[in-house]
């Protein structure tokens, strides 16, 4: 039961919730970094460790934090990590760290990231909040990754850098360029709007088979 | 005086933060369904967005010369203590405004366009004049994406579009579009 529990919270935050796709949470740095597949990750594992770390040290102290101020305490928490992750890749990849720039510091800004704090870890103990933390950045990392991928491959003709298509293929240099972000997203969420009417439309269907099978 | 001119059309125009730099999509797409609330929420990100600028340039030039790594908490902490102080002020003055804009009054403390314009600052080097009148620009841009987007989502509340494109899918085509216009004012440092 306990086993199934965490599980629980790991997958929802992959597909059900996913915080990009479902709940439309953590734009600004989705948008800004996935023109190539490469920043894409780097920015997802940024975060991933950024909203692991937080969760767990929130949800450790959740007793001890006073409800008055505790938007700024989990600020402070969150800013912590984000100072590491930024150090850190400084030191490790000076490279992709240049290209992301000022987006990393910017992670502290990433409303997904408070908005666990504040909906899931600081009432919940350590266990779910970081199966929890974790699920929620692996579907922001798929969802930048995607996004990513999509944009490189139709704006570069590539794909981490190796090219996909050949020499005639023409490059949709608007992929790359900001309205290319937005109209991707836009065009992704139209694809997960359908999914989901599809879907109601199956269950509205098998109901109703129910109901005739049943009188 | 010529340079200040520039800062300003910059931020507000051509680097549009919502539209180019991505910056504030949260209230951007959560906020914009009426013309009044967006214009209210543009006119308190711009204020914020002012002391924010004075604030980074105070701590810029007394106190993080001595430690570096401090800048992104130091920032943060004066930001978040801004934004409750203007939480509370909004809901002593005017509780329907408070209702109104609900759970993003608090997120604007992580709004990233407020950070943002702190970082951005600081990276470029701006002095006090420049830094107040970089935010002037980049506030009142912010509440011209937000105004226009509200009155496109307006309109198109009366037009029947199908069922599919309802909602956030929507709006980001709409942004989309409405950032492919704003590229078109790149041409105003070319031709300078």
Known sequence: MKQNESYEEFIKGIWRDNPVFVQVLGMCPMLAVTNSAVNAIAMGMATFFVLVGSSFLVSSFRNWIPKQVRISCFIIIIATFVTV?????????????????????????????????????????????VMDAMGMASGFLLALFSLGAIREILGDGALFGIDLFGENFEPWIIMILPPGGFL???????FFNWFRFKKDEFLADVAAAERGGNG | MDNLAWIFISALLV?????????????????????????????????????TAVCAWVLNTYVLIYAPYLRLICFIVVI??????????????????????????????????????????????????????YALGAGIGFTLAL????????????????????????????????????MGFAGLFSSA
């Not at chain 2, 609330?37 to 204020?47: E, K, V």
């Not at chain 2, 809901?91 to 997120?107: C, D, V």
């Not at chain 2, 009155?151 to 409405?178: D, F, Q, W």
């Open chain 1, 85 to 129: 992750a930024d150090y850190t890749l400084l030191a490790l990849v000076p490279k992709v760290h240049k290209e992301l720039g000022a987006f990393i510091p910017l992670i502290v800004a990433n409303c997904m990231i408070l908005g666990r704090q504040e909906a899931f870890s600081s009432r919940y103990p350590v266990r779910l909040a």
């Open chain 1, 184 to 190: 991707t997203l836009g065009v992704i969420l139209l």
């Open chain 2, 15 to 51: 680097n549009n933060f919502v539209l180019t730099y991505f910056l504030g999509l949260c209230p951007f797409l959560g906020v914009s369904n009426s013309l009044e609330t967006s214009a209210r929420l543009g006119l308190a990100t711009t204020f914020v967005m002012l002391v």
């Open chain 2, 80 to 133: 978040a203590s801004t934004v409750q102080f203007i939480e509370m002020l909004i809901k002593k003055l005017s509780p329907a405004l408070f209702r109104a804009m609900g759970i993003f009054l608090p997120l604007i403390t992580t709004n990233c366009a407020i950070l943002g314009l702190a970082i951005f600052a600081t990276n470029r080097g701006y002095g006090f004049m420049e830094g107040i009148v």
């Open chain 2, 147 to 182: 105004v226009l987007l509200a009155g496109l989502r307006e309109e198109s509340e009366l037009s029947n579009i199908p069922r599919l494109m309802k909602g956030t899918a929507m709006n980001l085509i709409i942004a989309g579009v409405l950032s492919m216009a704003f």
